[in-house]
């Protein structure tokens, strides 16, 4: 097994465990077809259907977080990348307004915070 994918089912079981003692519910209606398959599952692998689900739903979560915040670029593109981090392009007229006026919301922010 890959060592994220085993990081994550080792996370997956510890979360589920301290799930279990939060005290927490989500209820969720369910056909009595994926009941009984969600059922099945959790009985050949030795857990509740409760332990199960939660295990699942938090392994899917770790891949869709994992997934969804990797960016996959070619080796062109992620030179380009580096090459404009180390030697930026001049700012022009453009982005000293965008700059300007993210400042200004950004201290409108702060202050309306403050009050």
Do not use: W
Request: charged share 25%.
């Amino acid at each position: 097994m890959a060592p994220l994918l085993k990081r994550v089912e080792h996370s997956a079981k510890q979360e589920a465990a301290m799930l279990a003692y939060t005290g927490k519910r989500l209820t969720i209606h369910l056909t009595e077809h994926v009941q009984d398959k969600l059922q099945m599952a959790a009985d050949l692998v030795g857990e509740t259907m409760n332990q199960f689900v939660i295990q699942a739903a938090v392994e899917k979560a770790a891949k869709i977080i994992e997934c969804e915040s990797t960016v996959v670029m070619t080796r062109r593109e992620s030179l380009r990348l580096l090459e404009l981090i180390e030697n930026p392009p001049p700012r022009n007229e453009k982005f000293l307004q965008a700059m300007n006026r993210y400042q200004k919301m950004k201290s409108k922010n702060l202050s309306a915070t403050v009050q």
